[in-house]
């Protein structure tokens, strides 16, 4: 409780605008929902991925902003990595990268920094990056669904949120492991890049937004 009432003061004592408040309950929630079990993938997620893949999507939805800002972090965040620690196949400088990698992204660019390291491995950093940004973009909009649809009421802060607070808020759930019910959506979700199976009219996660 004094712990809070600390904290609560210091922010109370900043400058801030509501839309920070509001980015800390949405963040909130987001962590609650990636450590849940869950039996089913979010309603017309594997849609939506294959029109944010495909470019079809309106890109001011919070779908669209979620897979790109998603996919921007892995990419810096991977470009970072490469920069600071060279490829040259050494085993301790995978160590390091993946060190790095964690320092400017986190758990979940390390997630993505895996699903792609036998490419890089040979040399293929284009195709590397094109795969590091849709691991990017489908881990961070399947985080998105699954917030919505573990918590419903949130649907209409998160309706408000700039590209810039989607980016800060992926920043701070950035360190927390996903359910392996989640992971396994994710993976399952990145591995239909190349043959998508899914066709629908509708492009957005939930009920229609109003």
């Known amino acids: 409780r004094v712990h809070f009432i600390k904290l609560t003061k210091a922010l109370l004592s900043l ?9 800390i309950h949405v963040a909130r929630r987001f962590q609650e929902s990636l450590v849940q079990s869950r039996r089913t993938t979010p309603s017309r997620l594997p849609t939506i ?3 944010c893949r495909s470019g079809e999507v309106d890109e001011s939805t919070p779908e669209a902003k979620f897979y790109k ?3 921007s972090r892995a990419v810096d965040t991977f470009c970072a990595a490469v920069r600071e620690v060279p490829l040259d196949g050494r085993s301790a400088n995978e160590v390091d ?19 792609i390291d036998t490419l890089y ?3 293929d950093i284009d195709n590397a990056k094109a795969l590091i940004q849709d691991y990017g973009g489908t881990q961070a909009l399947a985080i998105y669904a699954a917030a ?3 918590s419903p009421e949130i649907a209409g802060l998160i309706e408000d949120l700039s590209e810039d607070s989607i980016s800060v808020l992926l920043d701070c759930i950035s360190e927390v492991n996903p359910h392996r019910d989640l992971a396994y ?16 009219k509708r492009t957005y996660i939930g ?4």
């Open 15 to 23: 400058p801030l605008d509501n839309s920070y408040f509001t980015l």
């Open 49 to 51: 991925l294959t029109a």
């Open 69 to 71: 800002q998603g996919g």
């Open 97 to 115: 990268r993946e060190a790095c990698i964690r320092r400017h992204g986190g758990r979940h660019a390390v997630q993505a920094f895996h699903a």
């Open 121 to 123: 491995e040979d040399g």
């Open 148 to 150: 919505k649809t573990s």
């Open 185 to 200: 959506i994710i993976e399952r979700l990145v591995r239909t890049r190349r043959n998508p199976q899914w066709k629908a």
């Open 207 to 210: 009920r229609a937004p109003r």
